[in-house]
């Protein structure tokens, strides 16, 4: 609180209002959750941050994490304390460069405390300093950080920020990334967007990475190990920056002729999603065990487990859709999780199409008719799976079922000009189902609230799309498995 000499008169005590904004009462405790009723606990309230700055060192071989985050934000309410999503051991925290006291509460929330409460609407500078081994800790009993025998990788979704940095942990504050880390000589940093410069001292390298487009929490990615890098650029002039583990064993060739065809399925997929949203595109395969792969913004992360039965340029477009599908685009909630899912799968099958693999019609008669009425598969409804079927395969296969119902609905001409306006519509943003929803009644011109609520919130099987030929697609022994669906259906089945 600032102490002010008060003049005498009434214009200095009117000026004294005007500098000190509200009385104190109205300073209050930002919340410790974004207000997701998913994950309540998930974000914070009271600011949004603009861009993360982390500048990091990492020791492969200890796993000891250690360096500053500088964040910068802004108030949206008058703060007396706000939260941070953090699990590491914080020695100094500075507000506005005053230093502020600090505490670990709940599951992963570092409660700060400025030493001036902070006026709604003004910009915020957080310094955190930090270090810890991020494989000793864990929230909730469990841990996405994944160590490998030569470093670790940061992905996973929806939470792996707080291993690494701290952060307002949800897709709805967005940010751009500088994130700067320095490792042994020798060894590979790979993270977002564009490799800006790497410079070596005194045996440690630094690699300094920049996301200069709004990023999700859960799509900034971190992985140090062995890595060998390449680049190359699409025809349709993004550049691309790929690596690889030099130990992924009998699985390297085939990720690498999955991997290395980036660039040809960027361009690919411009022609239904627009423009490209970001400067730089790729993906990495570290060594890990875990089976999935996560759309990590410009860079995804690939299991090698996802080439364990040869190349897979199928998961490679479910990642790369992700790019306008989730990340230039992201969703405004936990529950918009179709937005993400439902297209980024729905893409997979016009790759199917696109090689003769199976059209995009009869996977979704495939589909529909493998799920017999009594499946559980029908209870989960992909509008609002709920947190505990946010991945489950009801999310990607009824949710592309969806798209294709939206697609008989509209016809191809309005669906196609959808698929292609929705990315610049929301370009860089946060959008709902129910945002979603609007936009194609408007540019279709047609109601869609039955068609939504039948394929997206119902908890049960559709009657068969009027379009469809109901003999076949109510006797699932009449419909053959497309050639595609195999590789399809192991991009979130992996495990
Ligand atoms: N969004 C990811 C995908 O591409 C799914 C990640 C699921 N998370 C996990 N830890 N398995 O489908
Ligand atoms: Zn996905």
Do not use: C
Request: charged residues 20%; hydrophobic residues 40%; without cysteine.
């Amino acid at each position: 609180m600032h102490r002010r000499i008060i003049a005498p008169g009434a214009l200095a005590a009117a000026s004294l209002l005007l500098a000190i904004p509200a009385s104190a009462a109205s300073f209050s405790p930002g919340a410790p959750g974004i207000g997701d009723p998913y994950y309540p606990a998930y974000g914070n309230g009271g600011y949004d941050v603009s861009h993360y700055d982390l500048r990091l060192r990492y020791q492969p071989a200890t796993d000891e994490l250690e360096g500053t985050a500088t964040i910068l934000a802004r108030t949206t309410q008058d703060l007396s304390r706000f939260d941070l999503d953090f699990l590491l051991d914080v020695s100094e925290v500075r507000v506005n460069g005053a230093k502020a006291a600090f505490a670990a509460s709940g599951q992963h929330e570092l409660e700060i405390t400025p030493k001036t409460p902070l006026p709604k609407g003004t910009p915020v500078t957080v310094v955190v300093r930090y270090s810890g081994v991020p494989s000793t800790k864990s929230a909730y009993g469990f841990s996405t950080w994944h160590r490998t025998p030569d470093g670790a990788v940061a992905a996973d979704e929806p939470e792996a920020a707080w291993w690494w940095f701290p952060s307002n942990d949800h897709p709805l504050d967005k940010a751009t990334y500088d994130v700067s880390v320095a490792v042994p000589d020798g060894t590979q940093v790979i993270s977002n967007g564009t490799l800006q410069s790497t410079s070596s001292r005194l045996g440690w390298t630094r690699w300094n990475w920049r996301e200069n487009k709004p990023q999700a929490t859960y799509l900034a990615t971190l992985a140090v190990g062995g890595f060998d890098i390449t680049t190359s650029t699409s025809d349709g002039g993004v550049p691309v920056v790929n690596a690889y583990s030099k130990d992924l064993g009998d699985n390297d060739g085939a990720a690498r002729a999955s991997v290395e065809r980036t660039g040809e399925l960027v361009d690919w997929l411009s022609g239904y999603f627009g423009p490209y949203p970001f400067a730089s595109a790729g993906g990495y395969v570290p060594n890990t065990t875990t089976g999935f792969a996560l759309e990590t913004q410009t860079r995804v992360y690939y299991s090698p487990r996802q080439f364990a039965n040869g190349s897979n340029t199928s998961v490679v477009v479910h990642e790369l859709a992700h790019q306008w599908y989730g990340d230039s685009v992201s969703i405004e909630g936990w529950k918009d999780i179709w937005l993400n899912e439902g297209f980024a799968r729905y893409a997979q099958w016009l790759w199917s199409e696109h090689e003769g693999d199976g059209t995009t019609r009869e996977l979704a008669d495939y589909v529909y008719a493998a799920h017999p009425a009594d499946d559980p598969f029908w209870t989960v409804a992909p509008g609002d799976p709920g947190p505990d079927n946010q991945f489950s395969a009801a999310v990607y296969d009824r949710g592309a079922l969806a798209v294709q119902a939206l697609r008989e609905e509209v016809g191809d001409d309005a669906f196609f000009a959808i698929l292609k306006g929705w990315p610049q519509e929301h370009a860089y943003g946060n959008a709902s189902v129910a945002d979603f929803r609007a936009y194609a009644e408007r540019v279709s011109g047609t109601s869609l609230s039955a068609l939504f609520d039948t394929w997206l919130f119902e908890p049960s099987k559709p009657a068969a799309p009027a379009a469809r030929d109901a003999s076949v697609a109510r006797s699932s022994a009449a419909v053959a498995q497309p050639k595609s669906w195999k590789k399809i259906a192991a991009t979130n089945d992996v495990h």
